[in-house]
């Protein structure tokens, strides 16, 4: 069937008008628009243009000459204080980071790690001193860092690092040991070819007793780019993508470094060898050391977003192209016209817009909840009210949307058949590139865990009960009601069921008032009933075998809370989109991606009383129908997302030669 035949014979629900990619643009580029815009232009400079098929020195050099390119545009100024040349503006500096993302990959992460770990730390975890003798510097590109915090032995587990950081009180110096191979730091960005200081993740130890894990400003080469004294420099090679970025591994042999090089916002050593510290339990000050740090978290989920959204534009101008198979009339059909073809894409790009407007809002929460950068700090920002929920949030969209990406690339790569497998059609490099990403900022696995434990135990006020244990400990002598109370907002919750609009009838699958309600039910049910479960466990049980056999439940739990964001987030930003046929392709869509959640799940739904079989098959059914009614629109809602044509250097994306040479005939 023709698109035209497909479009006349559309179910009931289609949009009558033509939505406008302007309007559609304008609530996807949100509070920070200006920025958006700034970055499209910014592509549009010859030196940002996606390169394929360099080597890796190339790569490498390429890589880092578009950093300092960045640095001279004014990119690399966003997160800092205005007094050392920086923009005061985090929102503005993550909305960047994002927008990089559909260009070079490997440009992305290096500004990652340059500017958003290397110099996030040296922002939030020093002082004053590191504060003036670093910040411009780094600002520029005139000092370039690492951020070495993981370990051949201890990557999520930060609390166990091996790494020691010993104070000499005769020296005035703290003495850098990395005590054996497991405890090199590992895959650490800028270390094997570009970077001169590292930001060193250690155990402080000062007066023969542990403090805990601290950061410390290292210098891990001279002038001339040897590795410094003691210091010891191994290139991790070759990588499955992103090989513009240096990765190396860093080892410490007795190196000594002054006392005033502890970044010492939360933890400090006298000259005497005495420690003090504002956060006296070990525990609480570890985490909100690594709270402050939850900016990285928000920058992956955004850059996972942006290179699925370029897939998704390269896979739906192509299907839009690409025909197949003569119809009824004789004329070859557009391989997005055919369902199985829209059932790979059109649920993917339904799920990409729930999580950009999640992506917005995490973004806004973490701006608003941060101290101005030129303020004095009186405030620790793991205090803010709504920050403790906004890092556990942070987690789970950084899980959903990284995993998504690996998913919605691979789809795409395959929508595109042999043609998507070239590395000139870019969906090769995107799948390399965002690979990684669900492991880094935080194994996806290990940070939905993360979640679970807050939406069980409140963890935060109770930091005596925060290592593998806790959880079990502390649910035993839990009240459900505070479960029940806490999940999901339910002001939030019933003020959305109360404000979506009704459709007539209780059964109908589109009825956002039981979209809501249902995915709700899932999240408390499992909540609830993995905390009964784990309460049944008695003081002789071993803690961690009670909270092994949960752990399944746990981050199942953990991933429908992150579904019930994502849903919430969908329907309040369609509440703010005032243009009818915007508002009725954005319900479509989001009809789109909750229906597609509920037939995933329909197995669970069943199981639990809540979709009867013929139900279920029904919303099998409305799937197939909304992938028809958005179909028409597939192009409108990739345009929308500004991609610039610079990232979209993808001949598949552009239309077939044939193609081409008729519309000019």
């Known amino acids: 069937m023709s698109s035209a035949a497909a479009d006349s014979a559309a179910p009931s629900g289609s949009v009558e008008t033509v939505p406008d990619v302007g309007i559609l643009r304008a609530l996807l580029d949100g509070r920070w628009a200006s920025m958006r815009e700034r970055a499209r232009d910014l592509a549009k400079d010859p030196r940002f243009a996606v390169e394929i098929g360099e080597g890796v020195e190339a790569q490498r050099e390429h890589t880092l000459e578009r950093l300092l390119a960045l640095a001279e545009a004014?990119?690399?100024?966003?997160?800092?204080?205005?007094?050392?040349?920086?923009?005061?503006?985090?929102?503005?500096?993550?909305?960047?980071?994002?927008?990089?993302?559909?260009?070079?990959?490997?440009?992305?992460?290096?500004?990652?790690?340059?500017?958003?770990?290397?110099?996030?730390?040296?922002?939030?975890?020093?002082?004053?001193?590191?504060?003036?003798?670093?910040?411009?510097?780094?600002?520029?590109?005139?000092?370039?860092?690492?951020?070495?915090?993981?370990?051949?032995?201890?990557?999520?587990?930060?609390?166990?690092?091996?790494?020691?950081?010993?104070?000499?009180?005769?020296?005035?110096?703290?003495?850098?040991r990395t005590p054996s191979t497991a405890a090199r730091k590992e895959y650490i960005g800028n270390a094997a070819r570009d970077g001169h200081v590292a930001v060193v993740f250690a155990q402080l130890v000062t007066k023969g007793e542990s403090q805990g894990v601290h950061a410390f400003v290292v210098p891990i080469r001279t002038s001339d780019g040897s590795p410094a004294p003691g210091v010891r420099i191994e290139d991790c090679g070759l990588k499955a993508g992103l090989n513009g970025v240096d990765n190396g591994r860093l080892y410490f042999d007795d190196v000594r470094i002054p006392r005033d090089n502890?970044?010492?916002?939360?933890?400090?050593?006298?000259?005497?060898?005495?420690?003090?510290?504002?956060?006296?339990?070990?525990?609480?000050?570890?985490?909100?050391?690594?709270?402050?740090?939850?900016?990285?978290?928000?920058?992956?989920?955004?850059?996972?977003?942006?290179?699925?959204?370029?897939?998704l534009a390269i896979a739906i101008r192509y299907g839009e192209e690409r025909r197949q198979f003569a119809g009824p009339d004789g004329d070859e059909i557009a391989v997005l016209d055919y369902l199985a073809h829209q059932r790979k894409l059109l649920p993917a790009l339904a799920k990409t817009y729930a999580l950009h407007f999640a992506q917005l809002a995490l973004v806004?929460?973490?701006?608003?909840?941060?101290?101005?950068?030129?303020?004095?700090?009186?405030?620790?920002?793991?205090?803010?009210?709504?920050?403790?929920?906004?890092?556990?949030?942070?987690?789970?969209?950084?899980?959903?949307?990284t995993w998504h990406a690996t998913s919605a690339i691979q789809a795409c790569r395959e929508a595109c058949g042999g043609a998507g497998y070239l590395a000139e059609n870019r969906l090769p490099g995107l799948k390399a590139d965002t690979d990684v990403f669900t492991t880094f900022e935080g194994d996806n696995t290990v940070l939905l865990q993360l979640v679970a434990k807050e939406l069980l135990t409140g963890y935060r006020d109770h930091f005596g009960e925060l290592d593998l244990f806790g959880t079990a400990r502390f649910v035993t002598d839990m009240a459900f009601e505070t479960v029940v109370e806490r999940i999901g907002g339910r002001r939030i919750l019933q003020r959305l069921i109360d404000a979506a609009p009704g459709r007539g009838n209780e059964e109908d699958l589109r009825d956002r008032a039981w979209h809501l309600a249902l995915f709700d039910y899932r999240e408390s049910h499992l909540l609830e009933t993995v905390a009964r479960r784990l309460q049944r466990a008695t003081s002789a049980q071993d803690p961690f075998?009670?909270?092994?056999?949960?752990?399944?439940?746990?981050?199942?739990?953990?991933?429908?809370?992150?579904?019930?964001v994502l849903l919430q987030a969908f329907v309040e930003a369609i509440e703010r989109c005032v243009d009818t046929a915007e508002r009725?392709?954005?319900?479509?869509?989001?009809?789109?991606?909750?229906?597609?959640?509920?037939?995933?799940?329909?197995?669970?739904?069943?199981?639990?009383?809540?979709?009867?079989?013929?139900?279920?098959?029904?919303?099998?059914?409305?799937?197939?129908?909304?992938?028809?009614?958005?179909?028409p629109h597939a192009r409108t809602l990739v345009d929308a997302f500004g991609i610039p044509e610079s990232a979209l250097a993808a001949p598949i994306a552009h239309g077939s030669e044939e193609r081409v040479e008729a519309a000019a005939r």
Request: aromatic fraction near 6%; charged fraction near 25%.
């Open 74 to 176: 004014g990119h690399s100024r966003l997160g800092f204080p205005s007094r050392y040349g920086g923009a005061n503006d985090v929102g503005g500096s993550i909305t960047s980071f994002e927008m990089l993302a559909m260009g070079d990959l490997s440009l992305l992460v290096k500004a990652g790690v340059q500017w958003g770990l290397f110099g996030g730390a040296i922002l939030h975890l020093g002082t004053e001193r590191h504060h003036e003798k670093y910040i411009s510097k780094l600002i520029s590109g005139e000092l370039l860092g690492c951020f070495a915090m993981t370990e051949t032995g201890h990557g999520s587990d930060v609390a166990s690092l091996r790494t020691t950081a010993t104070y000499d009180p005769d020296a005035d110096e703290f003495v850098i």
């Open 262 to 311: 502890l970044l010492n916002r939360y933890g400090d050593v006298a000259d005497d060898g005495s420690y003090r510290t504002p956060i006296e339990n070990k525990t609480k000050r570890f985490f909100t050391m690594l709270g402050t740090l939850v900016q990285g978290r928000i920058s992956v989920a955004g850059g996972a977003g942006a290179a699925t959204k370029v897939a």
């Open 364 to 401: 806004e929460g973490l701006h608003d909840t941060t101290p101005d950068l030129d303020a004095p700090r009186d405030a620790d920002p793991a205090e803010h009210p709504g920050r403790r929920e906004l890092e556990a949030r942070a987690a789970g969209i950084k899980a959903a949307a």
């Open 545 to 564: 075998a009670v909270f092994n056999a949960a752990q399944d439940h746990m981050l199942a739990a953990a991933r429908a809370h992150v579904d019930s």
């Open 584 to 631: 009725e392709l954005l319900e479509r869509v989001c009809d789109l991606f909750v229906l597609s959640t509920i037939e995933a799940e329909r197995g669970w739904f069943q199981e639990h009383g809540r979709l009867t079989a013929a139900r279920s098959k029904a919303a099998i059914a409305e799937v197939n129908a909304l992938c028809g009614l958005v179909r």
